[in-house]
């Protein structure tokens, strides 16, 4: 079975930092592209963050930039985001999700994003 | 960062009815957009890629339509299974963004 597992969602302080974890299991994760999405409860998605197969191409948006850091280890099947700077707007539903999107000439293009895990809650509070 | 604005914002309808929600790009985008699916306390389901691909395991009831600026996605017989909140996502440049939801309610 195809199959994400994020964890690592806790209460942190303002101004503190975490690290999330997502698994992936039942497909050939190394030549996958990873996205990391977040959710505040009841609300709409916002797309934080991508990095391609290799590691070599990593985007963010706006919000986090500067802030938080993704990186992968394919030998471990896992993508991580290092969160750091934290504040009341980081308090969400965080997502990892597969991408079929492709890298060329040194640019990356998202594609569907296929398969999600069930999400991590990050908490910002003091 | 191209946007994305889906209407209506919810609605109600009954059971075997037909239900169409629009996404309207700020930009031309091609066919690269998806609808997913999403029900409470759940992860997103992607219905639909690149505008008009059916994801496999999707019901054949769910069809995508469009181009450019302007889509549609398509419940041609709602079911209680259906009852959900949908967005739109655009995957033609980063950053991906996602139009704002619509909530799809029993009437």
């Known amino acids: 079975e195809v199959q994400l597992v994020e964890s690592g969602g806790t209460l942190a302080q303002p101004g503190g930092s975490l690290r999330l974890t997502c698994v992936g299991s039942g497909f050939a994760f190394s030549s996958f592209e990873m996205n990391w999405i977040r959710q505040v409860p009841g609300k709409g998605l916002e797309w934080i963050a991508y990095i391609d197969s290799g590691g070599d191409n990593i985007y963010y948006a706006d919000s986090v930039r500067g802030r938080f850091a993704i990186s992968r280890d394919n030998v471990k099947n896992s993508v991580y985001l290092q969160l750091g700077s934290l504040g009341d707007r980081d308090t969400a539903l965080y997502f990892c999700a597969r991408d079929l999107g492709f890298c060329s000439g040194g640019t990356c293009y998202p594609g569907a994003l296929d398969v999600w895990g069930q999400g991590t809650l990050v908490t910002v509070s003091s | 960062a191209i946007h994305l604005t889906q209407s209506p914002s919810s609605l109600s309808a009954s059971v075997g009815d037909r239900v169409t929600i629009t996404c309207r790009a700020s930009q031309g985008i091609s066919s690269a957009l998806a609808w997913f699916q999403q029900k409470p306390g759940k992860a997103p389901r992607l219905l639909i890629y690149d505008a008009s691909n059916l994801e496999s395991g999707v019901p054949s009831r769910f069809s995508g339509s469009g181009s450019g600026t302007e889509f549609t996605l398509t419940i041609s017989s709602l079911q209680p299974a259906d009852f959900a909140t949908y967005f739109c996502?655009?995957?033609?440049?980063?950053?991906?963004?996602f139009g704002q939801g619509t909530r799809v309610e029993i009437k």
């Open positions: 996502q655009q995957s033609s440049s980063y950053p991906v963004t």
